[in-house]
Structure formats: C-alpha cells, structure tokens
C-alpha cells in the first residue's frame, strides 16, 4: 500500500483521457458517457475489443523498463520484481510466475494501467484520426465514423499490441454496427445499443437515434443469483423478513447507484418485482402453519417499503459529470456497493463529512470507490 502510494501520483500525471480504470476520481460512468456523446456524434461503428489472458501475459521485463523510465530509485524497482517473481500458491503447490502481475494485488490495477499506457499513447500520436479509444483497465472500445475505419482500427491494435507481447481474443473481439440499432455491445456491466426517440417520432415524425444503455444480461443474472442466494427459504436461522430487508438494501442500492444514470427503468421494475416474489414466498413458507385453511397470506411491495426495503423502481436520473480536460478533475460518480466490502483496496478515506469510501463488487462485478 506505501508502494502504492507513492508511485500512484507519478505515473498519474502522465496518464491520458483515454484512460478511466482505477484512477483517483475517475470512474466507469464517465466512461460510459464519453462512449454515448461520441456516439451520439456520428461514431457509429466500434470495436469491442477483449484481451486474452491480459494480466497472465504481461511481460515482467517490459514492464519494469517502463517502470524505471519514470523512477531511478533501485530499492523500489527491486521491490517490484520481488512481487511480479512471487510465485503462487495453488492447493499447497508453489508455481513460479514467469509472466503477468499477481491478480488481487493492491498495485496491480497500477501496473497493468501502466502497460496499457502505451496503448494510449500510441493511439493519441498516430491513431486519432480513425476513431476514439476508450479504456478501462484491460477492457477497451474504439468507436469510428465507418466500416474501413473501424477495421483500420482493429489492424492498428495488433500492430501495437506486437510490440506490447499481446493479443486479441478472436472469439470474443468483434466490430459493432449501432447504426439505427442494428447491434448492441456489453461494456463494463451495461448493455449499450441505439434506440430510436419516440417524442420526436411522435411530435415532429422524425426518426432519430440515440445511444441508451442499461444493465447487461450477465449483470441482470448476476444481481438474480444473489437475491436467490439472500431470499432462500432455508437460509439457517432466518425467520424475520427483516433480517433479509437488511441483507437486500447494500446489494439493491449498489446497483441502484450505478445503473439509475443509464435508462434501466424496465430491468429496475423487473428487480423489484421478482424481489417482491421471492419476499412473499419466503414468508409464505414461514407463515403457512398459522394459516388458516383456504386462507392466502400475501404482501404487496408497500408492506415491504414500510420495513425499510430500498426501491429501485423511480430511482433512474441524468446522467453523472463528465470529468475536464484538465489534470485535476471534478467529482466522479462511484461505483456500486455490494455486501462484501474489498478488504484489500479499502484506504479507509473520508470525505470532508467524515463519510467513508469503501471498494465493493457491483452487480457487474467490477469494484470502485463509491459513499456508502
């Protein structure tokens, strides 16, 4: 963490717009909005790019040699060696790590930014004029204005990522048409696809689209999972429904908090109906002893509201602040809070209230420092 502290601040200032994971004040909704105003603007056409095995293949030579370009002092590059030369332990067997950075590590988001940067800079000096990159860690997305400048696009990564010892996952790297909704792509938990504007249909006859995002299928069966897994009827040792309340609202208000700047009003109404479902059956099960016969015991969702349940339905709201151009950015919007706070990555900071920011998992299982 002191490593952390100190190198953080170094290799921030040198690194670009382009950039938006694990960096002070910066977050994935600023990402997500970069990506919906460029759309907007006319770039239709992206590369939705994934990198094989991104954090096994980083080259640890290369690595240090960007290192010790920005810091001389040899104790701490002999420090990062040490850690990138740890070797793993897996069901008690000790394995050497001859490539990629330790995952879990409190300067491993540090260090694979700092890889890729040289993606960005590359991108910036000789690839501006095909399209925008946008990235967040190891995901990223270039959205151009044509077919041929998207494939450029694709032909101009591996190009450099030759030099970065990487490659694209053929399976999962594909080129995205949002012209008039044609595709959609999944991005960092949302699902980003055109829709049309049904006020300027209905107002003025025109037909005009727009980028809408909302939570991806992966994240609505990630958040189904776990309010499954809270809501079980044969949880031990739970019989009152507001045990569960209290169990529910971190994971709802999490996603709640990253999903309301997009357009999520369905999925949110879907969540809470399903939630309603799973309360009642729960207490049913409890209850259906005491029920007398042909009675039906049922609940409705201001039962549930009165018991302190978080709502998601009506929670939607404009999307968040776009950071400046400048070195020292504004406020950002967070990430979700789930029930496990990362123990790893908590600095235990405080805002001016005295409020803590912790790092927790989200519905789309990404962490980032959000109020709680």
Not at 119 to 126: A, P
Not at 210 to 236: A, F, G, H
Not at 269 to 289: E, G, S, T
């Amino acid at each position: 963490m002191a490593a952390k502290l100190v190198l953080e601040p170094i290799f921030e200032a040198d690194f670009l717009p382009s950039s938006f994971g694990f960096r002070p004040r910066i977050g994935t909704l600023q990402a997500l909005e970069t990506i919906r105003e460029t759309v907007n603007a006319g770039n239709r056409h992206v590369l939705d790019a994934d990198i094989r095995d991104y954090f096994g293949s980083i080259d640890q030579m290369l690595l240090i040699e960007r290192v010790s370009r920005r810091v001389s002092d040899r104790r701490v590059l002999k420090l990062l060696r040490g850690w990138l030369q740890a070797g793993v332990m897996e069901e008690g067997k000790y394995a050497e790590t001859v490539s990629g950075t330790p995952q879990g590590g409190v300067i491993s988001p540090l260090l694979s930014n700092l890889y890729l940067h040289f993606l960005d800079i590359v991108w910036q000096r000789q690839c501006a004029k095909i399209g925008t990159l946008v990235r967040y860690a190891d995901d990223f997305v270039v959205r151009c204005s044509s077919r041929g400048a998207v494939e450029e696009a694709g032909r101009r990564v591996r190009i450099i990522f030759e030099r970065l010892k990487l490659t694209l996952h053929p399976g999962k790297t594909r080129i995205v048409d949002l012209t008039e909704g044609r595709e959609g792509f999944d991005f960092l938990g949302c699902h980003l696809h055109m829709r049309m504007s049904g006020k300027l249909w209905k107002e003025k006859r025109l037909r005009r689209y727009y980028l809408q995002r909302w939570p991806s299928k992966r994240s609505m069966k990630r958040v189904r999972l776990k309010l499954k897994e809270l809501t079980d009827s044969r949880r031990d040792g739970v019989k009152d429904v507001q045990v569960l309340v209290h169990d529910l609202n971190p994971l709802l208000r999490g996603g709640g908090n990253y999903f309301c700047t997009g357009n999520a009003a369905r999925k949110f109404l879907q969540v809470d109906k399903d939630l309603v479902r799973r309360l009642n059956r729960f207490r049913w099960r409890r209850h259906r002893r005491q029920a007398k016969p042909g009675q039906r015991i049922r609940w409705d969702r201001e039962t549930y509201e009165a018991l302190g349940l978080h709502r998601l339905r009506g929670t939607v709201r404009a999307g968040c602040e776009k950071r400046s151009n400048t070195k020292r950015h504004g406020s950002a919007c967070g990430r979700p809070l789930d029930a496990e706070p990362d123990r790893e990555s908590n600095l235990a900071s405080y805002d001016g209230n005295g409020t803590p920011y912790l790092e927790a998992e989200s519905w789309s299982g990404c962490s980032e420092t959000i109020r709680k």
